[in-house]
């Protein structure tokens, strides 16, 4: 049982270069979550899904798109990376059955991308 | 909106001894839930231990426990007999049950001494 799988696990581009994580969960649930993780400042949501084809803003969703392509996948892309959004990226997924059995969400094992 | 504030950016404590993690939040729901992630050097979200908010008994898991003032609203862990794999960030977080979303604090560096 894989869980939450990201892809890649590091990756270094250049300013203005573009870019995309990708995010697959085995576990049939319907909301997906993409946060950044900076030192001193946590994890702090990027974009997060509901469900399949909804995709919504987080706190920090300036220079980031996504795309929840079906259940199991939620893609996010830098269009054109900048140094400040070098950080660890993190994906978790979280299905509406778990608040019965108050579940918390699955993370994935993070990406660290800097940007040069 | 909610907020989650730890004040130790940074802890140490010596092997086998207790130490005591702060957590505060602030929310004007009544029903949610509270964690404490621990994030290794390995990157990985660990989940500690969890508590829901209807509940008035302390959660514990083994050497972890927490003290979980609801009216205070602050929500510390407590790592009894510390042990060098505790080493960690530990992230406190909150979520609210008609919402799907975490909102975490900026971590405590927590380092066990041998």
């Known amino acids: 049982n894989a869980g939450v799988t990201q892809t890649p696990k590091f990756q270094v581009l250049k300013t203005g270069q573009s870019m995309t994580l990708q995010c697959a969960q085995d576990?049939?649930?319907?909301?997906m979550y993409w946060y950044r993780q900076d030192p001193g400042m946590g994890l702090r949501l990027i974009y997060y899904s509901a469900s399949e084809g909804t995709t919504d803003k987080g706190e920090v969703p300036n220079g980031y798109n996504v795309s929840r392509l079906n259940k199991r996948e939620f893609s996010l892309r830098l269009e054109s990376a900048a140094p400040s959004q070098t950080s660890v990226y993190f994906c978790a997924s979280y299905g509406t059955w778990a608040a019965e059995t108050h579940q918390p969400q699955h993370f994935g094992d993070g990406t660290r991308l800097s940007i040069l | 909106a909610q907020t989650v504030t730890q004040s130790q950016p940074e802890m140490s404590v010596q092997e086998a001894e207790t130490v005591t993690l702060s957590c505060t939040y602030d929310t004007s729901e009544n029903n949610y839930y509270l964690f404490w992630y621990k994030q290794p050097p390995s990157r990985q979200m660990i989940l500690v231990i969890r508590?829901?908010?209807?509940?008035?008994q302390n959660a514990t898991e083994n050497r972890f426990s927490v003290n979980f003032q609801k009216a205070a609203k602050s929500f510390s862990l407590k790592i009894s007999d510390s042990q060098l794999g505790d080493t960690a960030m530990y992230f406190c977080a909150f979520m609210m049950l008609r919402s799907e979303k975490l909102v975490f604090g900026k971590g405590t560096k927590l380092t066990v001494n041998p």
């Open positions: 508590q829901e908010a209807y509940k008035q």
């Open positions: 576990m049939n649930h319907n909301s």
